[in-house]
């Protein structure tokens, strides 16, 4: 998928999941009854501690705790490339990981979830260290994070992308 399709697909999830976030008992129009606003501030809450217990995997696991965050079919946009699936998210992080400096942490600051309670994303901003020309380098920037509950439940990374500060 081109940079420009994922990024329109991101826009209309986050305007989705923002027009739900305090809707009560509405249709959703596919004639489902979408959650009261008591479920929908559950489901806001378990996106942020979502999001912060895939930060600790990724600093206690590394490369596993990232990739296993992710949809089979996920996403993520690094440097304005799209990675597509496991194996391309792996092809894309692998370098990271294999930097003896680096640490990546992040925290989440704004979730939304859809109406229909199946979507939601999460914003925050992140911190990296990775090795330099002449040592290790600190970077900053905001990310935005799209999720999908799955069927137990558990809510998984469909798409990601992070915009170094400055940027």
Request: aromatic share 8%; proline share 4%; glycine share 14%.
């Amino acid at each position: 998928m081109k940079r420009g399709g994922l990024l329109v697909a991101v826009v209309v999830t986050a305007a989705a999941c923002g027009n739900g976030a305090g809707s009560q008992d509405q249709a959703d129009g596919s004639g489902t009854l979408a959650a009261d606003s008591a479920q929908m501030a559950q489901f806001r809450v378990e996106l942020i501690e979502a999001d912060r217990e895939f930060a600790a995997a990724v600093r206690d696991r590394g490369l596993g705790a990232w990739l296993s965050a992710f949809t089979p079919s996920g996403m993520m946009i690094s440097e304005g490339t799209p990675h597509a699936g496991q194996e391309g998210i792996r092809q894309a992080v692998l370098p990271w990981f294999a930097d003896s400096l680096f640490a990546l942490t992040w925290e989440p600051t704004l979730s939304a979830v859809s109406r229909s309670g199946d979507l939601g994303y999460t914003i925050g901003s992140y911190e990296v260290t990775a090795e330099g020309d002449s040592g290790p380098v600190t970077g900053s920037g905001t990310y935005l994070t799209v999720w999908r509950r799955q069927s137990d439940g558990t809510w998984k990374v469909e798409a990601d992308i992070g915009n170094p500060a400055g940027q």
